[in-house]
C-alpha cells in the first residue's frame, strides 16, 4: 500500500538544489514546484491572486440581472 501512495505523493523543496526525496521502502517522491493547499497555492501568490480573480469575475457574470 506504501508505494501506490508514493505513487499520489509530490514534495516542495525550499532552498536545495536536485533534491531526491525518497520513502522508507526506497521510492523517489514526485517534486513540484507549487501545489494548491487550502484553495490557495503555495508557491506562487500571483498565480493565486489571478486564479481568485477570474473566479469572481466568473461568478459576477453568471448571475442574471435583477
Known amino acids: 500500500?506504501?508505494?501506490?501512495r508514493a505513487k499520489k505523493t509530490a514534495v516542495m523543496a525550499y532552498n536545495v538544489a536536485n533534491a531526491e526525496i525518497k520513502t522508507l521502502d526506497r521510492a523517489v517522491l514526485n517534486?513540484?514546484?507549487?501545489?494548491?493547499?487550502?484553495?490557495?497555492?503555495?508557491?506562487?501568490?500571483?498565480?493565486?491572486?489571478?486564479?481568485?480573480?477570474?473566479?469572481?469575475?466568473?461568478?459576477l457574470h453568471s448571475m442574471k440581472k435583477v
Request: net charge positive; charged share 30%.
Open 1 to 4: 500500500m506504501q508505494k501506490c
Open 31 to 59: 517534486l513540484t514546484e507549487d501545489f494548491k493547499y487550502l484553495g490557495s497555492h503555495i508557491c506562487s501568490s500571483e498565480k493565486d491572486i489571478q486564479i481568485r480573480k477570474v473566479l469572481a469575475w466568473r461568478a
